[in-house]
């Protein structure tokens, strides 16, 4: 959803319902921003001219001045009554979102007039709400959406002139409110044979470097794509105080343009044919391993730190078994003061270790390798499903989740720094 306030609706909305509930939709609500930057300068134009004095309007020292009611400023003083020409500005009580241009009878409200109405919360300037503010249930619309939130679209159909989705759970979306997410495309790093160790290119202008055994120095060759992995065989060099690592492909990659994989100890509870996951949240980094066999290697984002403790998101570190796995499930919750609630629908590959705390798809985001989450670790979603289908409880074809139990424990996951 790419602006707050968007309703969904429990079913397709006639025209005129159209108009009450998406007032933007109306032809006097489409002024283009020329037009407003053009009213706000006419404006100012109009305040400064009237501030200047017209020489007939300068009355004899024994007459009292005749005013030119043509000519008064709006002083901004609860003293000052605004001409007709006069603008009110944005913030002061008009609450139309631009300027206001009062009429031929004076200000609004004068007399004890009703007050103009109060703006919804999505027209406002500054937005503080929650998710449970979001719901209108009226009868034609369920809820409205804060921009950033994401909807599963079921199918795509057109009636009133106008597209709509249908989300998978029954309600209707206008299409032209929404945009689609390039979903990130990037994959781990299958580790065979001999091969321990695995990196990756961070950088977007990364490159490989050609090192033979008798220089002194390492010469920058091809430009290596970001978000490509790479095995690497262990081997180090140092120069200007720089680390390459030899990649199992020959060329060397430069340490500070990515990051590698540097897995702790198998721990004691886990047997050396047994399945656990390492992540580490210092390399942001995901191994797989069969007893101390890596096998599989993907980059991860784990959850934002922050020194504001209502914002720290940091991902907790410890040893949990997954305890249940959802294809998809919805994600959504309340931000910490000053942040706006979000909500995902149909969040992919969803395996929950400790509490609402996951390994799970994220395709909302190409941020990988870097910190990012509420707290969950973010898997690009090629990489989301492979650990899915390989870990335990094994999910039975047809199924849409599984719950792990005695005797059919879940993989461990192990969190570290």
């Not at 008798?214 to 081997?235: C, I, N, S, Y």
């Not at 499903?385 to 999910?395: D, G, Q, S, V």
């Amino acid at each position: 959803n790419k602006a707050h306030g968007t309703p969904l609706y429990i079913s397709v909305p006639s025209k005129e319902e159209m108009l009450v509930y998406e007032p933007y939709l109306r032809p006097e609500e489409k002024k283009s921003t020329e037009e407003k930057k053009e009213a706000l300068a006419e404006a100012e134009r109009s305040a400064e001219k009237a501030d200047q004095p017209r020489a007939d309007a300068i009355a004899p020292e024994d007459k009292p001045a005749k005013a030119d009611p043509d000519a008064a400023a709006d002083t901004e003083t609860a003293s000052s009554r605004p001409s007709k020409r006069s603008a009110k500005k944005k913030g002061d009580g008009g609450g139309d979102g631009g300027l206001q241009f009062l009429g031929d009878h004076g200000p609004l409200n004068e007399g004890g007039g009703e007050p103009p109405p109060s703006k919804p919360w999505w027209e406002k300037d500054s937005v503080d709400v929650k998710l449970s503010d979001l719901e209108e249930k009226d009868g034609t619309i369920s809820k409205r959406m804060v921009k950033g939130f994401f909807i599963a679209v079921d199918r795509t159909f057109g009636w009133n002139d106008r597209l709509w989705y249908k989300t998978t759970d029954g309600l209707i979306a206008p299409t032209d409110r929404m945009i689609i997410p390039k979903t990130p495309d990037l994959k781990g790093y299958e580790m065979t044979g001999d091969v321990k160790q695995a990196g990756f290119m961070l950088w977007r202008k990364g490159h490989a470097y050609d090192w033979p055994k008798d220089a002194d120095a390492p010469k920058r060759g091809k430009h290596v794509e970001r978000f490509t992995a790479f095995g690497l065989t262990g081997k180090t060099r140092v120069h200007k105080k720089e680390r390459f690592r030899e990649t199992v492909d020959g060329w060397w990659f430069k340490e500070k343009e990515g990051t590698i994989t540097e897995p702790g100890e198998r721990p004691s509870e886990v047997g050396s044919d047994e399945k656990w996951i390492d992540v580490d949240l210092s390399r942001k980094t995901l191994v797989a391993f069969v007893g101390d066999d890596p096998v599989y290697a993907a980059l991860t984002s784990p959850g934002k730190r922050s020194s504001n403790k209502a914002k720290d998101h940091r991902t907790k570190t410890g040893k949990w078994r997954i305890r249940e796995k959802h294809l998809t499930t919805t994600m959504d919750g309340d931000g910490p003061a000053g942040d706006l609630p979000y909500s995902i629908q149909d969040v992919p590959y969803v395996q929950y270790y400790d509490g609402s705390y996951a390994l799970h798809g994220a395709f909302w985001h190409h941020n990988f390798g870097r910190e990012q989450s509420h707290g969950c670790v973010n898997l690009a979603p090629y990489d989301a499903k492979h650990l899915f289908m390989w870990t335990e409880p094994r999910i039975p074809r047809g199924w849409h989740g599984v719950w792990s139990s005695d005797k059919r424990k879940g993989t461990l996951v192990v969190v570290h720094e």
